[in-house]
């Protein structure tokens, strides 16, 4: 299996702030690798696939960058909505597996 | 609008079976894509259960293998989990997902069902 190290586990900003969150795959994914946002109560939602790519409708202050076993989720300015738990999921090979998860709380 | 939607019972007793119906809108199961579930526990976090295509190949996650099977009905637009010798590890949030491919990610999510094993 692939295994998925997310960093920090949590993380205080406040809003405006520009905050990166990490994800490194144990074996190469290529670009096989998604972020996601969840909320509490909710279910995770899809912001960057392949790497970079943003979804329709997510604000451009995402970003995805990174290939092969290193990956960056940028957000540029935080914004209040923005405040959640963010992970990475590789859908490289099966099993698909996830990050453990970054809390973004605020200062 | 593709709408995802699982339902079942919320409660198992240990040793029983988890049956869950993912009821699908919006697009149709007979198209190229995956159906995966996915579960939620705050022990474990995320994990993928495991995934089946529009023609019935399906791909479990190794350590569910042999208790774990899931279906599809495509006359209802419906996709199946059933999780057998079910503890209380199995206690989690279960989402069913679309993938169309590895490149897309798991685009579509339903709510989400908690399922809770009872001793």
């Known amino acids: 299996d692939i295994q998925m190290t997310q960093s920090p586990p949590s993380l205080s900003a406040s809003v405006g702030d520009r905050v990166t969150i990490t994800c490194r795959a144990s074996?190469?994914?290529?670009?096989?690798l998604n972020w996601y946002q969840q909320k509490p109560g909710k279910a995770p939602k899809l912001m960057i696939n392949a790497a970079s790519s943003l979804q329709s409708g997510v604000p451009s202050r995402f970003s995805g960058s990174g290939s092969g076993t290193d990956f960056t989720l940028t957000i540029s300015s935080l914004q209040p909505e923005d405040f959640a738990t963010y992970y990475c999921l590789q859908t490289s090979s099966t099993p698909y597996t996830f990050g453990q998860g970054t809390n973004l709380e605020i200062k | 609008q593709v709408q995802l939607h699982e339902s079942g019972p919320g409660l198992v007793q240990s040793s029983g079976t988890l049956s869950l119906t993912c009821s699908v809108s919006?697009?149709?199961?007979?198209?190229?894509?995956?159906w995966t579930w996915v579960r939620q526990s705050p022990g474990k976090g995320l994990e993928w259960i495991g995934e089946?295509?529009?023609?019935?190949?399906?791909v479990y996650n190794p350590p569910l293998r042999g208790r774990v099977a899931i279906s599809l009905d495509k006359s209802k637009n419906q996709i199946f989990l059933n999780l057998k010798s079910v503890t209380a590890a199995d206690t989690a949030l279960y989402y069913c997902?679309?993938?169309?491919?590895?490149?897309?990610?798991?685009?579509?999510w339903g709510q989400g069902i908690l399922v809770t094993v009872s001793s």
């Open positions: 997902a679309r993938i169309i491919n590895g490149w897309s990610g798991l685009d579509y």
């Open positions: 074996q190469t994914v290529s670009t096989y």
């Open positions: 919006g697009d149709s199961i007979n198209n190229s894509h995956w």
């Open positions: 089946i295509s529009h023609s019935g190949s399906i």
